[in-house]
C-alpha cells in the first residue's frame, strides 16, 4: 500500500522540521519555472496542403507533403524584388543551416509578383546572389498559393512532423517566437537536440533591418495600376509616349518624371536618354526595382540626393558618385544615409535610354 501525504500537512512537517531550507528550495523551484517556462501548446492550423502545383523545383527534387511525414517543415513564401522577404532572409538562411541535420526542411515557395520573376533564369540567379541554397518550389501559376489560401510575401508556415500547420508569420519579424516553435516542434518529434540557442544573423546590404523609428515613406509604384503621388504636371497618361517635366518643388512621398516616358500598367519606360525620376522621402534606405526592359542591355545612372552626389549615403548599388548600372532586373539599393534622417529630395538621371522602373521601396 502506498502511503499518501495530503500536500498541505507535508508543507507543515517540512516547515516545522527544516523552514529555512523548505524556504529555500521553494524559491529555487519558482525561479527555475521563471527560467525554464513550460512550452505553450500550438493550435493546429490545418494541413500540410499540397506542393504538387510547383511547376519546377530548384536546388531539389520535387518534394511531397507525404514524403516529408516526419520532418518538422518551414514553408517560406517568397518573391525575389520583395523588401520585407530579403530582411527575413538571415533569419532563414541561418535557421536552414542551423537544423537542416536535426530534421528541419525548409520550402522557399517562390510566387512572383511582377511578370519578370516569372522567368526561372531569374529566380536561379536571385537565389544563386541571395545564397538562398534550401529547395525552391517555382509557383509561378500560385497554385501553392491558393492552396495555402496565402495572402502575403513574405508568409511563413512551420508544420509538425504529422503533417499539421502549427505556426504562421505574415510579413517581417516573430523570429525569435518563430524559431522557439520550430525547436518545440524539432522536440516533440524526437528529431532535435537540447540545444535552445537562437540563431545570430549578420544581415548586409538590403537584408539589414529597416530603420522603423525614421521610416515614414510608403512603398510607391511606378505602374498606372497602382500609381499614388504622381506629381508631374497633367498626370500620368497610360500606354502612350509623353514628355513629363518634375516640379519645382515636391512634397513629401510625392514623386515625379522628367524626360520622354511611357508609363505602362506596371511600370515606367524610358524612352529617350537622360531621363529622371524625382522623390521626396524619409527614410535611412531607398530602393528601386527596375531593370533593363530589353535582355542582354544595360542602362547606366548616376544618383544625386539633395542635388548632390550621395557621397557616403549611397547604397550598395551606386558609389559615392551616384554612379551604377543596371544590367539585371531586380530590386537595387540606391541609398543607405547615415544619421540624422530628413526628408531629402531624391533623383535618378538613366544616361541610356531603355529602362523600366517599377517600384520604390525604403528602410
Not at 271 to 278: L, P, T
Request: glycine share 8%; with cysteine; charged share 25%.
Amino acid at each position: 500500500m502506498v502511503l499518501k501525504v495530503h500536500p498541505l500537512l507535508l508543507a507543515a512537517v517540512l516547515t516545522t522540521a527544516s523552514g529555512a531550507l523548505f524556504e529555500t528550495l521553494a524559491r529555487d523551484t519558482r525561479m527555475a519555472k521563471r527560467m525554464t517556462p513550460e512550452a505553450a501548446p500550438l493550435p493546429i492550423e490545418g494541413k500540410f496542403p499540397s506542393l504538387g502545383g510547383a511547376t519546377e523545383w530548384l536546388n531539389s527534387p520535387p518534394l511531397t507533403a507525404e514524403a516529408l511525414r516526419g520532418k518538422v517543415v518551414l514553408v517560406d513564401f517568397w518573391t525575389y524584388t520583395c523588401i520585407n522577404w530579403l530582411r527575413s532572409l538571415p533569419h532563414v538562411r541561418a535557421w536552414a543551416e542551423k537544423y537542416k541535420d536535426r530534421g528541419l526542411v525548409v520550402i522557399g515557395v517562390h510566387s512572383p509578383e511582377f511578370a519578370f520573376e516569372k522567368d526561372v533564369d531569374n529566380v536561379r540567379r536571385a537565389a544563386k546572389d541571395m545564397r538562398v541554397g534550401y529547395p525552391i518550389a517555382i509557383d509561378s501559376d500560385f497554385a501553392i498559393w491558393r492552396a495555402f489560401k496565402n495572402e502575403y510575401w513574405p508568409a511563413l508556415y512551420v508544420i509538425d512532423g504529422q503533417g499539421r500547420i502549427r505556426h504562421h508569420q505574415f510579413g517581417e519579424g516573430g523570429y525569435e517566437k518563430s524559431e522557439r516553435i520550430i525547436q518545440q516542434l524539432l522536440g516533440e518529434a524526437g528529431i532535435g537536440d537540447s540545444d535552445r540557442q537562437l540563431v545570430s544573423v549578420d544581415a548586409r546590404g538590403a537584408e539589414v533591418e529597416a530603420d522603423w523609428s525614421n521610416l515614414r515613406s510608403p512603398e510607391t509604384y511606378l505602374g498606372h495600376e497602382h500609381m499614388e503621388n504622381f506629381a508631374s504636371a497633367g498626370g500620368a497618361v497610360l500606354d502612350q509616349r509623353r514628355v513629363y517635366a518634375v516640379p519645382a518643388r515636391l512634397s513629401l512621398n510625392h514623386w515625379a518624371l522628367s524626360g520622354d516616358w511611357t508609363v505602362k500598367s506596371h511600370a515606367a519606360v524610358l524612352n529617350e536618354v537622360n531621363g529622371r525620376i524625382a522623390y521626396r522621402f524619409h527614410a535611412r534606405d531607398l530602393h528601386l526595382v527596375m531593370g533593363p526592359a530589353a535582355r542582354g542591355t544595360s542602362v547606366r545612372f548616376r544618383v544625386l540626393i539633395d542635388g548632390r552626389p550621395p557621397g557616403a549615403a549611397h547604397g550598395t548599388d551606386v558609389d559615392a558618385q551616384g554612379n551604377g548600372t543596371v544590367a539585371e532586373q531586380r530590386l537595387y539599393q540606391l541609398i543607405r544615409q547615415p544619421k540624422p534622417i530628413a526628408d531629402r529630395q531624391f533623383e535618378i538621371e538613366f544616361v541610356d535610354s531603355g529602362v523600366e522602373a517599377l517600384v520604390f521601396t525604403f528602410g
